[in-house]
């Protein structure tokens, strides 16, 4: 059984830090690109930042300098550290694992929220 959960979020200032954590398992995690996504309300589920299983990694631009993204292969994690978070932040974020095989699978995901 696949399982993908996250931790780490909460309520934090704006220009605050978090980091989330995506603890994967029930798969060859290695094997996997894994990504963070987020969804704010009323919206769709938009991308945050993948990195590959050889470790390369992109990001949403309007992220990009503020968030960043990593992987330990021995513990079967995935990272996102947020740094200067603002109040569009603010969204629910979601862990993702894929291959090339087709295989893609969620987190439940967890809430940050950025609010004075």
């Known amino acids: 059984q696949v399982q993908l959960v996250e931790s780490g979020g909460g309520l934090v200032q704006p220009g605050g830090s978090l980091r989330l954590s995506c603890a994967a398992s029930g798969i060859t995690f290695s094997f996997f690109d894994m990504g963070w996504y987020r969804q704010a309300p009323g919206e769709s589920r938009v991308l945050v930042a993948t990195i590959t299983k050889g470790g390369s990694t992109n990001y949403a631009d309007s992220v990009k300098g503020n968030f960043t993204i990593s992987r330990d292969n021995a513990k079967n994690m995935v990272y996102l550290q947020l740094n200067g978070l603002k109040p569009e932040d603010t969204a629910v974020y979601y862990c993702?694992?894929?291959?090339?095989?087709?295989?893609?699978?969620w987190g439940q995901g967890t809430q940050v929220t950025v609010s004075s």
């Open positions: 993702n694992a894929r291959n090339v095989y087709g295989m893609n699978y």
